[in-house]
């Protein structure tokens, strides 16, 4: 595993740059970053290139790698410069990319500004870039020379970041923690101890990617609630509606894959229902109609943890325990939405 260093960047960027002879430095930052982090950050260079990419899920194409292959190229880097991605989701995984496919590979490191990408995306050295509407169908594995993480960065985001971060927080509870899980679904979104629950989550997935880190087995738990949940955020990227933010999505996914666990006789009713309305209460309802089901569905046969045709999921089998390669079949998966979409709200 990389090393993750939880701690102010103003102590932990200049140590991590002086235990390496990097023969030159970029930053790839979006809007955002540019605009509310990268200034903490410029102090702490040496000479370097800055590489500005617009924000959002839709820039994460093959158009804007190369973009930053170009500039790459025009700074003359070698094998031996240094990328740092700033930023969320979104900059870490194309930033990384970029940085592990230049001239076969160079060095990167992760600095990521959310909830999300410091619990989750940061973590693990998954890579990659969204292709033909199809979320990260194009990418490879590998661990970045570090990931620095400062919690105080949370300080930049609007409450609906961190809600989509929370997503991945619970996600980790719910397959690992049973005891984390009971704790956080008594507190509401703004009760939440963040530098604790980044720590937590950080921990939980480097034990699992340790074990597996190209996900061949056991590190498939870690898309508990994503095969379903990846497809709807995909299908709402192409629709006139307000657009979900990754875990408004993952809400969705684990919610209706609870239910399919609980069909399966995998969980009972008791933490379904936990599940089902500490969703609704953080994350209210993502509005789906009968049209959605059968494009939503048929994403999901693009999941990379499918097995030739037939759709693989991990799924709960208790609280704090997950199962995977379990086989779902398109029923059960569209019982699971529409469980989702016949949840009773006050």
Known sequence: ????????????????????????VAVIADNHTFRFCYPELKPLLPKHTLIRIKAGEEQKHIATC????????????????LVLNLGGGVVGDMGGFCAATYKRGIAFAQIP?????????????KLGIDFRGYKNHIGVFQLPNAVLIDPSFLQT??????????????????????????EIRRRDL???????????????????????????????????????GHAVETYFLTQPRKRLLHGEAIAV?????????????????????????????????????????DPILSLTLQDKKNRGNQVRMALLDGAGSCAFDISVTG????????????????
């Open 113 to 125: 500004t959310t909830l999300l990408a410091q619990v989750d995306a940061s973590v693990g050295g």
């Open 331 to 346: 029923t059960e998966m569209r019982r699971g939405l529409e469980f989702y979409r016949g949840v009773k709200k006050d």
């Open 253 to 293: 996914g684990m919610v209706a894959e609870a239910y399919i666990a609980f069909h399966k006789k995998m969980i009972d009713e008791t933490l379904l229902t936990q599940i089902e309305e500490y969703m609704f209460a953080v994350y209210g309802n993502v509005r789906l109609m009968d049209e959605d089901m």
């Open 66 to 81: 190369e973009m930053i292959w170009d500039a790459l190229t025009r700074a003359n880097f070698d094998r031996h410069g």
């Open 1 to 24: 595993m990389s090393t993750v260093t939880i701690a102010s960047i103003t102590e932990s960027l200049p140590a991590f740059l002086q235990s390496y002879d990097f023969s030159a």
């Open 157 to 182: 985001l609007p409450e609906r970041e961190l809600r989509s971060g929370f997503a991945e927080i619970i996600k980790h509870c719910l397959i690992a923690d049973a005891s984390m899980w009971d």
């Open 190 to 228: 703004n009760e939440q101890d963040w530098p604790t629950l980044v720590a937590h989550s950080v921990a939980v997935k480097e034990k699992v990617v340790t074990q597996d880190p190209t996900e061949k087995g056991l590190r498939k738990i870690l898309n508990f609630g994503h095969t379903l």
